[in-house]
């Protein structure tokens, strides 16, 4: 099941990528999209990293004040596996896979714009850029995680009630 979504999940990032990177036809808007799919990798990382560390107890706490955001709070740690799953290595792979082919578009357009530039050598920056960032950011991210769970996963929680307020729709079948 969890490969089927991936690979659904993949192939829409990929085309919805593609697509936007044919749109752009701008260096400036194709590497603000490559930022945001790096950092979104980033981000899924400390949520997943955060929902394996991350305590109950302070949010018992803030559920029996009736404080917004705690019941999910539960519910994201008592599915810890699945949640960090879905963050880690789903959420993850595809942001690398997608950057890793904005990358490429991004090259593309490069030598387009300038043919007498070295595209090996542009191939190895970018390669080597994105790889630096994704990793460095991942690393900071997983300090600030570990040490940040309870906080982080409220913050999560906190979002996840304003996305069924949104929508009207509930998060889980017990929330």
Known sequence: MVGATSFILAVAFF???DI????????????LFLVIIILIGILAD?????????????????????????????????NSDRVANIC??????????????????????????WPQGS???????????????????????KRIAVREANKIIFLVARALVTWKKLTRSPFSKTT
């Open 46 to 78: 400390i949520v997943g990293t955060a929902v394996t560390i991350a305590s109950e107890a302070p949010l018992h706490a803030r559920g029996s004040k009736k404080i917004p955001g705690a019941q999910e709070g539960i519910y994201l740690i008592r």
């Open 20 to 31: 936007i990177a044919i749109k752009l036809k701008s260096l400036l808007l194709s590497f």
């Open 88 to 113: 880690n290595d789903v959420v993850g792979d595809i942001a690398g896979t997608l950057s890793g082919a904005i990358g490429i578009s991004l090259i593309i357009q490069v030598v387009v714009l």
């Open 15 to 17: 085309w919805l990528s």
């Open 119 to 141: 595209q090996l050598l542009m191939n190895l920056l970018m390669a080597g850029t994105i790889a630096a960032v994704t990793i460095g950011g991942k690393a900071m991210g």
